[in-house]
């Protein structure tokens, strides 16, 4: 019967991936409320948008990821139309060297409180190499002597030291990846489905 009729086989696996991936996501989602505390903790980042919003956004991230950079965009639109959303960074460098550099160098403009501007700068541009992510730090008047030191700063080792063991503790695999109120959201999340997602919260929550 197999032999004359193989999508049997075929609707069989891919009711197997189907629930392998739902339970994969159901441990997920129970390992983000285990370490919600270090989740939320923003002593080793800044909050972008208001800090006392009603919906916190975290995100781990990349600046030579290209789905980060698409995402950037609706996140920041999603930013100045909500005034109520408290997003938390997480530098997550995971692709090459120049990702590393970025980051530290993105988590070094905080001790100059330019990380915001210098954040959405380096997430407008295309593949990052070395030069270009000192270059957009000068022209937003960033002492790039400073930078330099601090990029090796305890705070940054630690702040991307955290993301990864985080991210390998919930079983993260990639970049962007969204919490959400302790929603589990992998990937570009577009602009529209992230307003049904905070308006659904808001409205669970009356």
Known sequence: ALLENPEILREA?????AKEEQQRNQNVSHLIKE???????T??????GNPNGDITIIEFFDYNCPYCKTAAKDLRALLETDENIKFIPREWPILNNNSV????????SIIQGKYKE????LMKEGSLTEARIFDIARNLKI??????ENMESEFVINHIAKS??????????????????????PGFVPLKELEKIISDIRESRM
């Open 101 to 108: 550099i970025a980051a530290k160098a993105a988590l070094a």
């Open 35 to 41: 370490y919600n505390s270090e989740l939320i903790d």
């Open 13 to 17: 696996s891919k009711i197997l991936q």
């Open 118 to 121: 210098y954040h959405w700068k």
């Open 143 to 148: 002492d790039i002597p400073a930078l330099k």
């Open 164 to 185: 990864t063991a985080l991210a390998r503790r919930i079983g993260f695999s990639g970049t962007p990846l969204f919490v959400i109120e302790g929603r589990f959201l």
């Open 43 to 48: 002593k080793d980042t800044v909050v972008i």
